[in-house]
């Protein structure tokens, strides 16, 4: 998708407030926004008599505006004092760099909490609401910003001039509940998720009964805040971009903003847009090179947040650098021969990201004997790997896709456990093992809603495949055309041929699809 196609689908939504003379700020006793405007055949009379014209042949406004007066952002100098903010760059609007006020929209709605408080107290939304969000939406990441949607602005403050409930009305009277702000445990969870940025349709993060609190317990996060925004409602919980950017003051402590987002235009657009795998927690063995690591690829590319394994340190090393910049990879170097590092790759998926959605068993040794060559240590090697690593690593993964409600699982076979090959026993029996395992681990887990199926590939062009080629002496073009004869579509299968169907089988295309076995051979088998 390119920025102008995106472009010609978005439809921008305002999220501000109009600001006027005749709107109160947010606080009572604080100064209403003034504005005076100039041109060159009027002039403007202050107060005390003094007259004042434009300096050209042209408009000007002259505004006088406190931070309240209508959508605005607090710094942490807003509120906290200098000795709190001494080593923070961040203390001034100044400090805070640009891209901490656009980013993707997670949009939580909390009218339920509106009015529901007692006079004089505002109503709490507090961190299970996120977390209920989150089981919905999906983890929150960094550079998320985090829109909590009250409903107070767009039901009170919006509608201008009639049926205004202004903050001067809530405070003086004493008998109105206020608007709805986040609690303690809110921003605790928001922080762990690394959200720097909160934008609320309330018209201050601060409580009617605690105006400090709140802003405190933000402030001392990192976090700073979009107060009084308005319609927020009218965003998807997913999909958007919101951008809120301040303007640009030396050493500020707040700003008015003018706070907008794009949203697609059409439903079926947001369906394109929602990714397969989106805040998913994927685990991908042998993930650093042939088809894992097209995997690998292609489950950041579609949202997910995957941790993959590998004994070679070094290609890991080089595909994590590929896409670290994403925020969404994390590489581990071990073997899933040993336990500890099956359990210690769950333990850092679910520390990273949260419980696991997808586990793709991809990691393999390649040992081709016959009966007569191969020894005890051959089988024990190959074993470790190819069938005892994937329950090992699947019995892990499955008590981590528990707290996900369910799950999916693809083992990687191979068109070698449906066929006899000539020298390869060793390794098609370990592939044959896998698709036995399959099917049993379906019928053992599904009440879990966890399904299992596999896929078998044919021959594919990764460097495992070349690397035995030319261990054979052969010509790598000669094997190439030897093979693809053997096909009905005259070519050898891509990683990533076999990677679409790993996400195939894993995400919701598959939702009713458990036990299964996919070959991806280009049609060898079927004659």
Request: glycine letters at 10%; hydrophobic letters at 40%.
């Amino acid at each position: 998708m390119n920025l102008v196609e995106w472009w010609r689908q978005m439809e921008c939504v305002d999220l501000s407030v109009t600001l006027s003379p005749d709107l109160p700020v947010t606080w009572p006793g604080l100064p209403h926004f003034h504005k005076r405007v100039l041109n060159w055949f009027e002039s403007w009379r202050e107060p005390n008599g003094e007259v004042i014209r434009s300096a050209g042949c042209y408009y000007d406004q002259w505004l006088e505006i406190d931070e309240h007066c209508g959508t605005h952002v607090d710094f942490p100098s807003h509120i906290l004092p200098a000795a709190e903010l001494h080593d923070w760059e961040g203390r001034f609007g100044s400090g805070v760099p640009l891209t901490a006020f656009a980013g993707p929209a997670a949009v939580v709605n909390a009218t339920r909490f509106l009015d529901r408080a007692p006079a004089g107290q505002s109503p709490r939304v507090r961190g299970e609401t996120l977390e209920t969000w989150e089981a919905a939406n999906g983890r929150l990441q960094p550079g998320d910003i985090l829109l909590l949607d009250t409903g107070y602005v767009d039901r009170y403050f919006a509608p201008y001039p009639e049926g205004n409930r202004f903050v001067s009305d809530v405070v003086n009277s004493g008998a109105l509940p206020g608007w709805p702000v986040p609690s303690d445990d809110f921003f605790e969870l928001a922080a762990e998720r690394s959200v720097r940025h909160i934008g609320i349709s309330s018209p201050s993060i601060g409580a009617l009964d605690d105006a400090l609190g709140p802003h405190r317990a933000g402030m001392l996060r990192g976090i700073t805040f979009a107060e009084m925004l308005y319609g927020l409602g009218r965003l998807p919980a997913r999909g958007a971009l919101y951008v809120g950017f301040p303007l640009k003051i030396a050493a500020q402590s707040g700003s008015p903003i003018r706070a907008v987002a794009f949203k697609p235009k059409t439903s079926a657009y947001i369906r394109r847009l929602a990714l397969r795998f989106n805040q998913k927690t994927c685990i991908v063995t042998g993930g650093a090179s042939g088809i894992g690591e097209a995997v690998v690829h292609a489950l950041v590319r579609e949202g997910g947040n995957v941790v993959f394994l590998d004994v070679d340190e070094t290609r890991g090393g080089t595909v994590y650098r590929s896409l670290c910049d994403t925020g969404r990879c994390r590489f581990i170097h071990g073997s899933v021969g040993e336990e500890a590092c099956c359990a210690a790759t769950v333990k850092e998926a679910e520390a990273a990201f949260g419980p696991v959605s997808v586990l793709v068993n991809n990691a393999a040794r390649f040992i081709f004997r016959t009966v007569e060559e191969a020894t005890a240590g051959d089988w024990r090697e190959i074993l470790d790997i190819n069938v005892i690593g994937v329950s090992l690593m699947t019995r892990h993964a499955v008590e981590s896709m528990k707290k996900a409600g369910g799950g999916a699982i693809v083992n990687v076979s191979s068109i070698s456990g449906h066929i006899a090959q000539a020298g390869t026993m060793t390794y098609n029996a370990t592939k044959s093992a896998i698709l036995g395992l399959t099917r049993c681990l379906a019928l053992d887990l599904g009440k879990h809603n966890i399904r299992v199926n596999c896929v078998s590939p044919g021959y594919v062009k990764t460097p495992a495949f070349y690397y035995y080629i030319d261990q054979s002496g052969r010509q790598r073009q000669a094997v190439e055309r030897e093979l693809s004869a053997q096909t009905m579509l005259g070519r050898l299968a891509t990683p990533e041929d076999v990677a679409s169907a790993v996400l195939f089988l894993a995400g919701p295309e598959a939702a009713y699809v458990t036990g299964a076995d996919l070959i991806v051979d280009g049609g060898v088998t079927a004659v």
